[in-house]
């Protein structure tokens, strides 16, 4: 890979440690694809996790004095506090988390601590390169938005954000953006919930590509298209796809193929969907609990929720759980949303992931969630899958089931 | 019976050396589902269900798995001295590239012969990677 004199100055180690280190494992990503140059990117998200790896990175760049170059949003880890004051997190556990969210502080990332950061905190312009990691985030930015990224770590996305480029290969380049397998989709889908079966089903068959979906008549909306990449991203590695007429980048199919022919076609009904529904619960037991968004609730999901549980409470043998961002939680304060929530009998939890140690006090239990993605990371022991109206009619119910 | 030996060359990702026995899989690998006190392959369905990566020079096609489990797996073993000595794979991507950058095991690929018909389990080898070579050596014919 070429690279610039500033450049070379980073990796010799002009700049510091930490640019350095940044700089290296840009190298051998850059080498390692034969790119042939770096490219500038506008922002990055790193998909921090508060594991022993993350933590291992994004304090050698921090020890090593360096800094984002671009605005670098950061996923969530788990509210330390809030969970200390609920739960019995073990003492190790929540000292990695301590110093990996202190450590991404260090190194000048915005604390959106939210994996929905594209609605928000750290918005991609359309065409504009940009290093997002996290399942929904690729997927949303590349297919939604119309920005280019490859699917990234959070390290590389880290690095990226460091130095402020990132090496031109993969998804940045249009020609490896084109569509190859068609999905010809027959299933009726009523809302999110409808969605995140569809990505999981499309991410679990062809496992590594850009689909392109035809046959979807309405247009779908925010929280749908969030779920999609969420899910087909978890049980695939879908960094990219196309739904001609509702997404930017090609409106119709041939387009999205540049031309090429499909290497599959598949059709998805809804027996699929509900085959799959079927795959991932694992219990039809009484939850002990109900845990939702992930990934995070957008306002409109709190707004729901709110909606749901108005006037009821959640039965004392079970605990409800909305997980989203603070910066949404600002605006369901103001709303009145949360207030509703709380006073119903749930919790309204920012900065949190489902798959953090501070769910400890649920390891043996089972949860409900309207999230395959959650079910299949689930910290608990045995997982129920429906939409989000019968979550929250489990949670308020009288009778066991 | 002195051991056959064969040179190939390679192309590096992430730089060093390393040299130990074989151990090859025909199926990708997702390091979480390693034991990390041990190293032993706990996939119940993986072909190396029961095999131990630790030490080894693994060879296999690529990584798989979310970005997060693959890197904390192989940061797990590294940190208790059990990761794989050097890697060689077929197919790279990023995840995988930050996993060995992380961790420091030496990672190739593009060797000028097909691994998985050059390199046995069990074969002593050595890997390069800043000199762009993998040295095989067979102790059985």
């Known amino acids: 890979m070429h690279l610039t004199r500033e450049e070379e100055q980073m990796l010799n180690g002009k700049f510091g440690a930490g640019t350095q280190k940044a700089m290296e494992l840009l190298v051998a990503i850059g080498d390692a694809y034969d790119a042939e140059k770096m490219i500038p990117i506008g922002r990055a998200h790193a998909a921090s996790s508060g594991q022993e790896g993350d933590l291992y990175f994004v304090e050698l760049l921090a020890d090593g004095g360096t800094r984002c170059r671009v605005p670098t949003s950061t996923n969530p880890v788990y509210d330390i506090e809030y969970f200390h004051g609920m739960f019995d997190v073990p003492k190790d556990e929540a000292e990695v988390a301590r110093r990996v969210m202190e450590a991404y502080e260090r190194v000048g990332a915005i604390l959106s601590w939210s994996c929905v950061p594209y609605l928000s905190e750290n918005i991609p312009l359309y065409g504009e390169h940009v290093a997002f990691s996290e399942s929904s985030a690729t997927p949303y930015v590349n297919s939604v938005v119309g920005a280019y990224t490859n699917r990234e770590a959070a390290q590389s996305a880290l690095a990226a954000g460091i130095i402020g480029k990132t090496p031109e290969y993969g998804l940045h380049i249009r020609e490896n953006r084109k569509g190859t397998n068609l999905i010809d989709v027959r299933a009726s889908l009523r809302d999110e919930f409808d969605y995140t079966l569809l990505g999981y089903y499309v991410g679990k068959t062809i496992g590594y590509g850009i689909p392109v979906l035809t046959g979807i008549s309405r247009p779908p909306n925010t929280e749908e298209l969030i779920n999609f990449c969420a899910m087909s991203n978890t049980s695939g590695a879908i960094s990219m796809f196309y739904m001609p007429g509702h997404t930017v980048e090609a409106s119709t199919v041939k387009e999205a193929f540049q031309g090429d022919t499909p290497k599959e076609k598949i059709t998805v009904t809804d027996t699929e969907l509900t085959e799959v529904c079927e795959e991932l619960q694992t219990t039809d037991e009484k939850a002990d609990f109900v845990q939702l968004g992930c990934p995070h609730y957008t306002l409109k999901q709190i707004a729901k929720v709110a909606e749901l549980l108005e006037g009821k409470k959640v039965r004392r043998d079970m605990s409800f759980w909305v997980c989203t961002s603070a910066t949404t939680k600002v605006l369901a304060d103001k709303s009145g949303y949360t207030g509703t929530i709380e006073k119903a009998g749930g919790h309204v939890v920012v900065d949190t992931c489902i798959d953090e140690p501070c769910w400890i006090a649920y390891k043996q239990k089972v949860g409900m969630t309207d999230s395959p993605k959650g079910a299949y990371y689930r910290r608990f022991k045995e997982a129920r899958l429906a939409r989000l109206q019968d979550c929250v009619e489990a949670a308020v119910g009288e009778k066991r089931r | ?141």
């Open chain 2, 1 to 141: 019976m002195k051991p056959m030996k064969t040179s190939l060359k390679c192309h590096k990702i992430i730089g060093g050396y390393g040299e130990g026995e074989a151990l090859v899989s025909h199926e990708p690998i997702c390091f979480y589902l390693t034991d990390p006190k041990t190293g032993i392959v706990r996939e119940k369905t993986h072909e190396l269900a029961g095999k131990n990566i630790a030490n080894k020079v693994l060879v296999f096609p690529s990584g798989k798995a979310s970005s997060v489990v693959q890197i904390d797996g192989l940061f797990k073993l590294a940190s208790r001295n059990i990761a794989p000595k050097a890697m060689i794979v077929k197919d790279v991507e990023t995840v995988l590239i930050v996993s060995a950058f992380i961790a420091k095991v030496p990672l190739v690929d593009r060797l000028e012969k097909d691994p998985f018909e050059t390199i046995c389990t069990g074969d002593m080898v050595k890997v390069d990677a800043d000199k762009g070579t993998v040295v095989v050596e067979k102790l059985k014919p």
